[in-house]
């Protein structure tokens, strides 16, 4: 077994006996996040009241390409159908008017309309054990990190080794670092959580402005953005930022009805289930506290 098997075990013994710390702890640096598939089929309820659907709109995703970001693609198409890719480096969205144009020419035509959703969102590593921004991956007797270009850019902002030209050898990196500078106050040194936030303002930018110009005037869109966040046990989690409706030139924000569909969903009792689950696949004895009190 290797060293990033044994951890993720040490977790699952851990949060099966106490997962209220954890998630106070996500929920300080992320308030609201929630397993990424619980996300999707929360959000996905809210944009089917608004006529989007599998048969009547395209998904546009930007995640990372990192292959830890990919669950949350995949789960999406295995309910909606394929997707359209917009994803550069970090999740940041630099395909432009040509690159939106080609996704919203292959949405389907219903009642008139063309209808997108943009999913997009940057990532972050926080585990049960922490530190922010580091994960153990399978199959890996070091620990990893994500995001990879975040990291170096909070590295290259505390240590003032700034280089903000376009490097043609990196150009994805380049603009990454131009965007989320601007972003920054003068002088500010932000932690790898605020360069993560400053990243989704910046992506969320980047998707409003395009959108509106590659949008035909009769189609109508969704924007949902977020954080991707890698948490314990393996599991992703998303931290909900905006969820905007667009038609004829007004916007909608669909918050409060992502909130209610959300409910009364309790993570800690999640996590502590997945947790228990995960010991008894192994073949180890655990117990829950509480509500899992009688369950061996």
């Not at 669950?71 to 040509?98: H, M, Q, R, Y």
């Not at 569909?261 to 009792?269: I, N, R």
Request: include cysteine.
């Amino acid at each position: 077994m290797s060293t990033a098997d044994d951890r993720i075990r040490g977790e699952a013994q851990q949060l099966s006996a106490d997962s209220t710390t954890y998630v106070n702890n996500l929920d300080e640096l992320f308030p609201g996040a929630i397993p990424e598939e619980k996300f999707i089929e929360n959000m996905s309820k809210v944009v089917m009241e608004k006529g989007f659907n599998p048969k009547t709109a395209i998904n546009l995703v930007s995640t990372c390409r990192d292959e830890i970001c990919r669950p949350f693609t995949e789960k999406l198409d295995s309910l909606w159908g394929e997707s359209f890719n917009i994803a550069s480096l970090g999740g940041f969205v630099f395909c432009g008017k040509t690159g939106f144009g080609a996704g919203m020419a292959h949405s389907p035509q219903a009642d008139g309309k063309e209808r997108y959703i943009l999913w997009v969102a940057p990532h972050i590593a926080y585990g049960a054990e922490g530190p922010v921004g580091q994960i153990w991956r399978p199959g890996r007797d070091t620990i990893s990190s994500a995001c990879g270009a975040l990291i170096a850019l909070n590295g290259q902002i505390e240590n003032t080794q700034l280089q903000v030209g376009l490097d043609p050898t990196d150009t994805e990196m380049s603009l990454l670092r131009q965007q989320v500078l601007g972003k920054l106050t003068y002088g500010q040194t932000p932690n790898l959580v605020g360069v993560t936030y400053a990243a989704h303002d910046c992506i969320l930018d980047q998707v409003r402005s395009t959108a509106k110009l590659a949008a035909p005037a009769t189609s109508e869109y969704i924007i949902i953005s977020g954080i991707q966040i890698h948490g314990a046990l393996n599991e992703n989690f998303w931290w909900p930022g905006t969820i905007t409706h667009f038609a004829d030139g007004v916007e909608t924000d669909l918050s409060d009805i992502y909130e209610r569909t959300v409910g009364d969903f309790d993570l800690a009792t999640w996590l502590q289930s997945e947790a228990l689950a995960q010991l008894q696949s192994t073949g180890s004895k655990g117990r829950l506290p509480g509500l899992f009190a009688d369950v061996v």
